[in-house]
């Protein structure tokens, strides 16, 4: 009998390597086929910031949970119903599940499909309240609705030669453009992103593809705000006694940008003297203040509704202090929820293999092992400028 092995969270600051069960083309509740399904092989499956909040403790999931929402793969079976994606076929999996079918998929909201998560719409592997999907931090996952979710690679040599970059297809790179998109970043923009983890790296490089004029990243870690620089990024300590807006007015000659985007979320540290404490709404009000009237502000960032060890009883059960009258008064639009991946993917997938971003090395991708990933949990957990690629079978040469 095949055999797999996962990467599981067992506990606050803790993550170990598991033989975990062999998927099959089942539903989870274990009792009907998917026959819309698909099995893979995992060729490449990413660490992300979300699942660092997980395993800090910092969400209600549970140990056990089997990680891992960024996951590209080779199909090795195919559900009777599959009709497109073919055995052998080299796929990017959308960290989205969708069905393809309900009002919200119809739309192109793939981020919050109605019919894949009992719970709440939207549903995601390996993710706290996100449907119950096994993960894909493994040797081998399980995919739903294999023809409206998988994009192909239109090549697998190529493919394989560019896979540094092409993983970060089910999730980051979209996601980041997603940011600097709803930001309303274009040609001539000057914008500001909050945080230099590989989600801000990934939005930092999508503005310069939109043609950006000049893109200014902050973040408090001296490794991250070098790799920002390393693709020509401007930067902004959040550390130092100068404010945000004192800081940008050093760079342009004005305190404000045109658009601004958060990728830090709900872990949010104090500007300045309180960079050392936790202060969620911090990185939203400072947007606020820094993005011009009439500015858009693009919140890839991750907020969530249950976070026992937040700093206090609000902030427990998602409840922020955002100075939303400033915002209101500025007529600020705000855009938040998952990326809706497949809106992006396929052109972002192009540009790849065409030359014209490489996104892996502006996020500085490390590929590990899967014995490795404890250690890269543990490495990011302490603001390594790295995006850690997990190789379960040691695919990528």
Not at 382 to 388: D, E, I, L, N, T
Request: hydrophobic content about 40%.
């Amino acid at each position: 009998m095949a055999t797999n092995r996962g990467v599981a969270y067992v506990g606050p600051g803790k993550v170990e390597i598991q033989t975990i069960a062999f998927p099959k083309l089942e539903l989870k509740d274990q009792k009907r086929k998917c026959q819309h399904g698909v099995i893979l092989k995992v060729i490449c499956t990413n660490i992300c910031g979300s699942d660092q909040h997980m395993v800090r403790g910092r969400t209600t999931a549970q140990p056990g949970l089997i990680l891992g929402h960024e996951i590209t793969g080779e199909v090795i079976e195919c559900g009777r119903d599959v009709e497109f994606i073919k055995k052998g076929d080299l796929v990017s999996v959308p960290f989205n599940i969708a069905c393809g079918r309900c009002a919200n998929c119809k739309e192109g909201k793939t981020g919050i499909c109605l019919a894949v998560n009992p719970a709440r719409p939207g549903a995601a592997y390996g993710y706290v309240d996100m449907g119950g999907w096994v993960g894909g931090q493994a040797e081998y996952v399980m995919v739903p609705y294999a023809d409206f979710n998988l994009l192909k690679f239109p090549d697998r040599d190529q493919a394989m030669s560019k896979i540094k970059d092409l993983t970060l297809l089910s999730d980051i790179f979209p996601t980041g453009y997603h940011g600097a998109v709803t930001a309303g970043v274009g040609p001539g923009s000057t914008v500001y992103i909050a945080g230099a983890g590989p989600v801000g790296l990934a939005c930092a490089a999508s503005c310069h593809l939109l043609g950006a004029a000049v893109v200014i990243v902050g973040d408090l870690i001296p490794a991250r705000l070098k790799q920002a620089r390393s693709f020509g990024c401007e930067t902004v300590d959040v550390s130092k006694k100068a404010t945000v807006s004192e800081q940008i007015e050093q760079i342009l000659g004005v305190p404000e940008v045109d658009c601004v985007v958060d990728c830090v979320g709900f872990e949010a540290r104090g500007h300045g003297r309180d960079s050392a404490v936790e202060a969620p709404a911090t990185v939203l009000n400072s947007l606020m203040t820094v993005v011009k009237a009439g500015g858009n502000i693009g919140i890839p960032g991750l907020y969530v509704t249950g976070d026992p060890g937040a700093v206090d009883a609000a902030a427990k059960v998602g409840s922020l202090s955002i100075r939303i009258g400033l915002g209101w008064a500025k007529s600020c639009c705000f855009t938040t929820g998952q990326c809706p991946v497949m809106r992006y993917h396929r052109k972002l997938m192009t540009a790849i293999l065409y030359d014209k971003i490489k996104i892996a090395k502006a996020v500085n991708v490390q590929m590990i092992s899967l014995d490795q990933a404890p250690k890269g949990y543990v490495d990011f957990d302490q603001g390594a400028a790295k995006k850690f690629v997990i190789d379960p079978h040691q695919s990528v040469a």
